[in-house]
């Protein structure tokens, strides 16, 4: 299956943390704890070109995310997604995915400068739970 069931909808939907995997140079999976933005039936989320989970995409471009339920840990959304980097010079995507997290995006003691867009279309969705 690579689209969200509606019994894990919300988790996709949800303003969780979300951890991204993704496949080093040396072949060793590297984890990251991230926000993401649902966007239709991809996920979205800001990245900075000099981070190692961008480096990684470019020269892999597959990527894992997995969301835990925060009410009941045995109940998790695997997606299995092809990676794409698009442009974003405006930090539109930065700006949604901070307020969607509550935050002010002026005010977000994130670096600004270098950001692109992750994008992550699913392959294979997993839910347990």
Do not use: C
């Not at 339920?69 to 092809?82: G, V």
């Not at 997290?101 to 699913?122: H, I, N």
């Amino acid at each position: 299956m690579n689209t969200i069931p509606d019994s894990h909808r919300d988790l996709f939907d949800g303003a969780h943390i979300a951890t991204l995997s993704t496949l080093g140079a040396d072949g060793t999976p590297q984890v990251t704890a991230l926000w993401y933005l649902a966007d239709g039936d991809t996920v979205a989320t800001s990245l900075m070109t000099s981070r190692q989970k961008y480096k990684n995409i470019l020269a892999h471009p597959k990527a894992t995310l997995f969301i835990i339920d925060p009410a009941n840990p045995f109940r998790t959304l695997e997606i299995r997604a092809d990676a794409s980097i698009e442009s974003d010079p405006d930090l539109a995507l930065f700006d949604r995915v901070v307020r969607r997290y509550g935050q002010d995006p002026a005010t977000f003691p994130a670096p600004r400068e270098d950001r692109v867009v992750l994008r992550l279309t699913p392959t294979r969705v997993v839910a347990q739970g």
